[in-house]
């Protein structure tokens, strides 16, 4: 028979203990007593049951990397294995190392919050459900649509750049056109946007972050303060807003069903952090 790695086959039945240590909550619902194992399960360690269905899922996955069937032998070693997983789990909880382990609370907490989620998870939404969803949520479902903009630009080596730009901002609000602005008080643009509406990722590769999202508030008709960027000042003139339309429902009801659920694991966990947080006993100080 081929000579199985210890440490190989203790990572492929999930046995690092920071896992093991985060799925410790069960070890209470895993707790069995008496002389006589129950049928579901093959052994028990400090009273503590490992569940026959937890046996056969370890060796289906060393049955994967085998090409001979397995042998007395080599169940065995299966179940030695789960055996030291169980007792690594116990030893790390005497050791408390779910509290005082940065890394094993970050798996615990995971761990917690990934069974809130798949609890709420596996019940689908009806069509009558998921339809007000759609409708609710149009706008999330549409993307950013797009944006028509204009701009007077003040380079960032112009001496008194940024008097001259609050300078043009004044004199947009006051009614003069953009080509007279411009013309008094700009410098050539290194790279203008096409006078046109543009997606909002698009508009993102000539504005930059910082621009865009002062773009983003302006309400169509509105001139923006002077905003900075490395290249200079930037005063923008909204011209238009084009909200984008949703696809039809029949043609993202996958990602609209995705989308429904994974909120809905959201408001478990919340359910679930709000029932903790009213059973414990929390104290805090007083915070800066």
Do not use: C
């Not at 019940?123 to 998921?130: F, S, V």
């Not at 080596?157 to 008094?184: I, N, Y």
């Amino acid at each position: 028979m081929r000579r199985i790695d210890r440490s190989t086959l203790l990572l492929s039945l999930g046995a690092g203990l920071g896992l093991l240590i985060a799925a410790a909550g069960l070890l209470a619902s895993g707790r069995v007593t008496g002389t006589e194992l129950p049928g579901d399960v093959v052994a028990r360690v400090n009273g503590v049951a490992i569940r026959l269905d937890d046996y056969r899922r370890a060796m289906a996955s060393v049955e994967q990397d085998r090409r001979e069937p397995p042998d007395d032998a080599l169940r065995r070693h299966v179940l030695d294995r789960l055996i030291d997983d169980e007792l690594l789990v116990q030893r790390g909880l005497e050791l408390g190392l779910a509290r005082v382990d940065p890394r094993v609370r970050r798996e615990l907490a995971s761990a917690v919050t990934a069974s809130s989620v798949a609890a709420a998870a596996p019940r689908q939404p009806t069509h009558a459900e998921l339809e007000a969803f759609y409708a609710a949520e149009a706008a999330f479902f549409a993307g950013g649509g797009r944006l028509h903009l204009r701009q007077v630009f003040v380079a960032a080596d112009t001496p008194d750049g940024g008097a001259r730009a609050a300078h043009a901002a004044e004199r947009l609000r006051a009614g003069e056109s953009l080509a007279t602005v411009r013309q008094a008080l700009g410098d050539p643009d290194p790279a203008p946007p096409p006078d046109a509406p543009l997606p909002i990722v698009k508009l993102a590769d000539y504005l930059g972050p910082t621009a865009l999202r002062t773009a983003l508030g302006l309400a169509p008709g509105t001139v923006s303060d002077p905003v900075r960027s490395a290249a200079g000042w930037h005063v923008l003139v909204l011209v238009a807003r084009h909200d984008a339309e949703p696809p039809p429902l029949a043609e993202i009801e996958g990602q609209v069903r995705e989308e429904w659920q994974r909120r809905a694991g959201e408001r478990a966990l919340r359910a679930q952090l709000a029932e903790l947080r009213a059973r414990a006993d929390v104290e805090v100080a007083a915070v800066p």
